[in-house]
């Protein structure tokens, strides 16, 4: 069998580039390990297209141009849109009724093709089109915008072709990682399993499967991102945690890693960091007009503790780094406790938790108190030293900011009665408490209208007499939400402020049930289901996304 001409070989021959171009081309794909074809294409030599009729010579396939043909109607019924979407393959032309001709941007994802022949039950017959004409095709037909191909079979089958190069693996662990944040990610799971390592992106809250890693690349590719972390690589039986910051698209990223001992190998997460989505302002964080002029109010005042409640993951940090940015000044001076710092926030004064050297939350407070701050933030407060050290900042003058792990806003107070702080203490410093969950938005491409059954009205709360004139929405699923149903979270609150008829309730021992009575009445506490609902009916969420993050797992067994 005659041996396959390499790329750069056929581009000479083509008289695109010159051999002193591929060469450059080679050193550059050497570097940044990418392609030959890729290194042309980045450094002007070729382009797209003359780089992929080049690959059609050499793999002997016929080139499509997708940018400037237009696909023939009911293309999108050709094949399901989950395969299109996922496998990055373009149904072109129904030559028979069992036969399609799908356009790829890469030769050496045609062995796909026998899987989905399979699937399908269609015979699926490969031509090459340019990237971007495949991003072109996705974007207009099925409603998918992306900046490059996901992590697939073609980088995983590419890194596991068993040669001594170790970039295949590099490039994997890249794709990986760029896929995650262009996916808007949050996590990076990757799991060893008996047979397999699994990887996983947490996109909206929820965990989503990705392709399979084949178990001989668990090493390598555990190794890789050990390496990029800076944990020490001989080292399996502890748990480690480490820093990776890269570019992806012209941001910077930062990605805190943690390693832990499993069963059938080392588990490792990576907590994405988007310096500049992370970042958001008062106005997207999804509050209720009213509310959002009462939190307006509440955090220009000039002392007192404003506590954020809520369980991990609930965007108590998102929603105190907002109010920060709008207070953010240069008369003004913040100073932040926190563990970790995640975002940095230009002209704001922060310092990062270190236990192992004895920089504890009590002890950062202590030394920040004399560094005259006007606004303090302590990332949480966990234990009656903190507590009472944050008090006692906020009766002599100082706006402090903090966050409790409690399950509504009421319960903040007696979480701190409960560490030890004296009543009169908590009753005076308090100025007023928020809890909050995240919802996911229902995607605008594809929700349906619906009618709520009576269960869900009777767990929200909710009266027929309320539904009237309004439109209610269920999540369907499509290509531009990962068929979901969903794309992006805002949060749902309850906010209350201490007046004196609630000072006095919590100085003389009111119960959680007397305090959350007295704030609904004089505070202006709205619950969180009740906000989850405005949003129901604004058609921003689901009752199914309300009902999950504050209904009780015994509600919903008796409903």
Same mark, same amino acid.
């Given at each position: ?22 060469? !450059? ?10 392609r030959v ?30 940018? !400037? ?18 496998h ?5 032309? !129904? ?40 991003r ?10 992306e ?6 079979e ?42 397999r ?8 809250g ?11 690349l ?22 480690q ?17 943690s ?16 310096k ?25 005042r000039?002392?007192?503790i ?30 932040t ?16 938790v ?31 030293e ?7 900042a906020?009766l ?8 409790l ?17 004296k009543?009169?203490l ?17 995607c605008?491409?594809c ?23 309004r ?38 021992g ?33 009752f ?16």
């Open positions: 069998m005659a041996e396959r001409k390499k790329l750069g070989q056929i581009l000479v021959e083509m008289r695109v580039v010159s051999e002193e171009q591929v060469h !450059k081309a080679l050193l550059h794909a050497r570097q940044k390990q990418i074809g890729e290194a042309l294409v980045e450094l002007g030599f070729s382009d797209e297209e003359n780089v992929t009729k080049a690959l059609c010579r050499q793999f002997g396939l016929q080139f499509v141009n997708l940018e !400037k043909r237009d696909l023939p109607p009911g293309v999108a019924d050709m094949l399901p849109a989950e395969v299109v979407v996922t990055r393959i373009i149904p072109v032309k !129904k030559p028979s009724p069992t036969a399609v001709i799908v356009a790829l941007d890469d030769p050496e994802r045609v062995f796909i093709l026998d899987d989905l022949r399979f699937q399908t039950g269609v015979d699926l017959r490969p031509v090459l089109s340019t990237p971007s004409g495949i072109r095709a996705l974007e207009t037909h099925w409603q998918v915008v900046t490059s191909k996901p992590a697939g073609d980088v995983i089958a590419a890194a596991a072709g068993g040669t001594d190069d170790d970039a295949p693996v590099i490039r994997l662990v890249d794709q990986i990682i760029m896929d995650a944040v262009r996916s808007r990610a949050s996590d990076i799971h990757v799991e060893p399993l008996a047979d390592v699994r990887v996983r992106y947490r996109i909206d929820v965990c989503q499967e990705m392709p399979t890693v084949p178990k001989t668990q090493g390598p590719v555990l190794s890789r991102l050990k390496i990029l972390a800076n944990m020490d690589m001989a080292e399996k039986r502890r748990p945690d480490g820093r990776i910051a890269m570019k992806v698209d012209n941001r910077d990223i930062d990605f805190r890693v390693a832990l001992p499993a069963y059938h190998g080392e588990s490792l997460v990576m907590r994405i960091l988007d500049q989505r992370g970042l958001v302002s008062l106005e997207q964080l999804g509050f209720h007009p009213s509310d959002n002029a009462r939190f307006d109010r509440l955090i220009k000039p002392n007192g404003f506590l954020v409640t809520g369980p991990t993951g609930s965007g108590k940090t998102t929603t105190l780094y907002a109010a920060l940015q709008a207070l953010n000044r240069p008369d003004v001076k913040i100073i406790a926190e563990n970790p710092v995640e975002y940095n926030l230009s002209g704001i004064n922060q310092c990062g270190n236990r192992t050297i004895g920089l504890t939350f009590a002890r950062i407070l202590r030394s920040m108190l004399r560094q005259a701050p006007d606004i303090i933030l302590v990332g949480e407060i966990r234990d009656l903190t507590a009472e050290i944050a008090i006692q906020a002599t003058g100082h706006l402090v900011f903090s966050t792990h409690t399950n509504d806003a009421p319960s903040a107070i007696t979480r701190l009665v409960d560490m030890g702080v009543r009169f908590v009753s005076t410093a308090v100025m007023a408490v928020m809890a909050q969950r995240l919802v996911r938005v229902i605008p491409e929700r349906e209208p619906y009618s709520p059954e009576p269960t869900e009205l009777r767990l929200a709360g909710v009266t027929l007499q309320q539904l009237e004139g439109t209610v929405y269920r999540a369907k699923g499509c290509p531009a939400c990962r068929n979901t149903g969903y794309k992006g979270r805002i949060g749902i609150f309850e906010l209350f402020e201490m007046d004196t008829t609630l000072r006095e309730l919590v100085f003389k009111g119960s959680n049930t007397q305090v959350r009575e007295q704030a609904r009445i004089s505070g202006g506490l709205v619950s969180l289901l009740e906000d989850g609902v405005r949003k129901v009916l604004e058609g921003s969420t689901t199914e996304e309300v009902l999950a993050a504050t209904v009780s797992g015994e509600q919903l067994m008796t409903a």
